[in-house]
């Protein structure tokens, strides 16, 4: 797993991010919707970003229908909307999302083949909310089979969450979960990056949002930061405008749009200008970020694992008044430090390997098991 070199902030709006190939254009861009929201209606800025996204709509599957130099873009409501109760219960409905995505991927590749000799590699990038996010890891499985010279996919991961309590995923012997089905995408041999970000904040452990770390191979390109807000209430659309902007929902739209350049995503730039001020976002977060650095507000956050049984945890530290404090990786950017500042420096919010969570759910069963046992002799 290799991480990421330093790159600078944009120092005005549309400036063409450092280090991106302008001949490396995305051949196909995937949207995934959380679970019960919608492309259309727009729902959270996944839908936002999948109408700012400059390319031919293959949503309904069709194939072919443009030139091989035209961007493809496909994007799906979540599995709540397509496949109701068990979309929502049990995430039914990804895999054929995934499906889909093949087969316009097995169609690009052999477009590619019959215009190029030889062919260069068909760009993928996918970007998933929640559940999306898990599809997102479905999708590096379904593409697994293909060599990173025929196939070089990218994926962005929000809070990616399969709907499993902790005590669920560590219970499941026989992987049965999403938890133990997605978390590993180790095998998929045209995973070349990864960003997965995740939200501080917690939801109560009844609503089964612990978020999943995963395995990836050991040549991808991985970024794991921990942001701002909570779940997807830090991907709101209305928290981009005026003078009421959400400082979650901007950070989350400036790293998420970076990444979309970074990766050659053609974004209608336009289009963008009519709906959000990225300069304004870009000043707004990083003095708004300067000041969370100052604010005790400690937090911790569980999550699942593919690095330890327990799961990991994701904090909130105390204020850190240090002059060189930074809230994650993003506000450093935002910073923009310059080549001879320190490397040296902890994050606000990070994920923590090491301090697993207290298994809180395994011990109530073993409580319940052992009265359940217990009772029955005492009352005898």
Same mark, same amino acid.
């Given at each position: ?169 560590? *219970?499941?012997?026989? =992987? ?58 830090? *991907? ?40 959000? /001020? ?63 500042? /320190? ?18 759910? *395994? ?6 098991? =052992? ?5 029955? *002799?005492?009352?005898?």
């Amino acid at each position: 797993m290799r991480t990421r070199p330093e790159v600078h902030a944009d120092t005005e709006p549309f400036l063409r991010v450092a280090g991106r190939n302008p001949n490396s254009t995305a051949h196909l861009t995937v949207f995934f919707e959380g679970t019960a929201n919608t492309i259309e209606p727009l729902t959270t800025q996944i839908g936002l970003f999948f109408t700012l996204t400059d390319a031919f709509d293959v949503s309904g599957g069709n194939l072919g229908g443009a030139p091989i130099t035209q961007p493809r873009k496909m994007a799906f409501d979540g599995c709540g909307v397509t496949d109701g109760f068990c979309g929502t219960i049990c995430a039914k409905g990804l895999r054929r999302q995934c499906q889909a995505v093949r087969r316009q991927v097995d169609s690009l590749i052999a477009e590619l083949s019959a215009s190029c000799r030889p062919p260069p590699p068909l760009r993928v990038n996918a970007v998933g909310l929640s559940r999306g996010g898990v599809a997102c890891l479905y999708l590096a499985q379904a593409l697994a089979d293909l060599e990173m010279s025929t196939c070089e996919l990218s994926l962005l991961l929000f809070d990616p969450v399969p709907g499993d309590l902790l005590t669920v995923a560590q *219970l499941d012997l026989f =992987g049965l979960t999403n938890t133990s089905a997605c978390c590993d995408v180790s095998m998929c041999q045209c995973l070349a990056r990864v960003l997965a970000l995740y939200p501080y904040e917690p939801l109560p452990s009844i609503a089964c949002h612990a978020p999943v770390l995963c395995h990836y191979p050991d040549d991808c390109l991985v970024e794991e930061e921990v942001t701002m807000g909570c779940h997807q209430g830090a *991907l709101q659309v209305h928290g981009l405008q005026g003078p009421g902007i959400d400082l979650d929902s901007a950070l989350s739209f400036l790293r998420i749009r970076r990444w979309l350049m970074e990766c050659g995503t053609p974004l209608d730039h336009r289009h963008l200008e009519c709906t959000v /001020s990225v300069k304004a976002l870009e000043e707004f977060c990083l003095r708004k970020c300067d000041q969370e650095t100052k604010r005790n507000r400690a937090s911790v956050r569980s999550s699942h694992s593919a690095h330890s049984y327990w799961g990991a945890t994701i904090i909130r530290r105390q204020g850190m008044r240090d002059r060189g404090s930074y809230v994650n990786p993003h506000h450093r950017l935002l910073a923009n430090p310059g080549p001879g500042a /320190s490397e040296d420096h902890d994050w606000l919010l990070e994920i923590v390997r090491e301090k697993t969570p207290f298994p809180s759910g *395994l011990l109530c069963l073993l409580i319940l098991v =052992g009265l359940s046992i217990v009772c029955p *002799l005492l009352t005898s």
